[in-house]
């Protein structure tokens, strides 16, 4: 869910979700539990738009310039041309997998003309990335098209799923001999969502515009498995507190099939007791509460889903107003050790958690605005011109936790488990988790 703004349309369908699945949380083998295992993928996780800076038109360098709220997108972190630094960064931190994505407005920025540098640039960061032991993790649509594609109509346009595909194909075909993972598409709902807030879809269209996406994700699945034996695909799914019937309906049960692992983006809980997670709804991202062992309650629901499939969480971190401490008092590097010590449980548990990645390497531009910082290295983009990437308290902590693939034995989370977060509902009301 991250960074996503709901609009009172989606609230409306929010309200609709009907509650389901009970829990067995409380009933953990550990509350003290053992390291993740060695062959697990700690990561970081980038988006082009949002970090590469100097945008290409696009569906959303047009929302950027047409919406007078947003701040201009300018050089973002400069990605484009500080790459190498930001992957030594994250050597540094000791993670093995380095997620980015491939921008199809850059690559492709007028139909019919794929342009070699912006393809060399990928090519450089796939290398790059290589070159320092992590493992790619390439995302073939973060929510950015081009603005030629835009003119076509976009999403709402039938063809756009074969226009997407053929330049998806150029992607896989470039890259499957580096053994990436693979993020099909960023976040569907909160895709809808932002198209449908910037104009970019009717929103009646929720419908439509998921069906083309499923239709994109199981044609660019069984391309990738032509060309990468053993491939592993998903699309990341934005986990929305009481939403998750809604969300997995219209997207998640219809390609699973076609997932080789389940994908998990969590940042918020809407808890009864603290109804402070609404501010996620309103773009005040840092004023909502934060509750680590949601994640638990994430992992445990798609592990009882999909019981066959490794879980991943994708996404996972934390805001602040502008670097500024947080009103709650939590630090950065409190809520990854907590999140970390709640997947040793999950894993404890019985749950095959596989990876997480921290969103995010650096801040970055948030979807309209620079004041949301969600960076292990901090950057004052709008103030800053060096844009000197400042580390945060988090990254000894996430150099720690790579190098003991977990928290100290004995760990207590800084915060204990909120009460009916709503996070898989009906365990986190009646079958709560608990520490010592």
Known sequence: MRRTALTSAALALLAAVTFTGAGTAGASASNDPPPLPSSFLWGTASAGFQSEGYSPDSNWSRYAAGNAKYDPVGTSVDFLHRYTEDIALAKGLGVKVFRFSVEWARVEPS?????????????NVVAAIKAAGMRPMITLDHWVYPGWEADKGGWARAGMVDDWLAEAKRVVDRYASADPLWVT??????????????????????????NRLVQAHNGIYDYIHAHQPGAMVTS??????????????LFLNRVKSRMDFVGVDYYYPVALTDPSGLNAFNGQFWKASLAPEGIYYVLQHYARQFPTKPLYVVENGMPTDNGLPRADGWDRADQLRDTVYWLE?????????IG??????????????????FGLYTVDVLHDPTLTRVPTDAVAAYQAITAANGVPAGYTPAR?????????????????????
């Open 416 to 436: 204990a488990p909120q009460f009916c977060s709503l996070v898989d509902f009906l365990s986190s009301c009646l079958d709560p988790v608990r520490v010592p």
């Open 236 to 249: 990341n799914v934005a986990y929305i507190p009481t939403a998750e019937t809604l969300i997995d309906t």
């Open 345 to 353: 449980r999950a894993k404890a548990d019985g749950m095959n958690v």
């Open 356 to 373: 997480y990645n921290y969103w995010s390497l650096t801040d970055n531009y948030e979807w309209g605005s620079y004041e949301p910082r």
């Open 111 to 123: 139909l019919g003309h794929q342009d070699p540098a912006a393809w060399a640039f990928y090519d």
């Open 185 to 210: 598409i960023n976040e569907p709902f909160a895709y809808w969502l932002k198209e449908s807030q910037n104009g970019g879809l009717n929103p009646l269209l929720l419908t439509v515009f998921m």
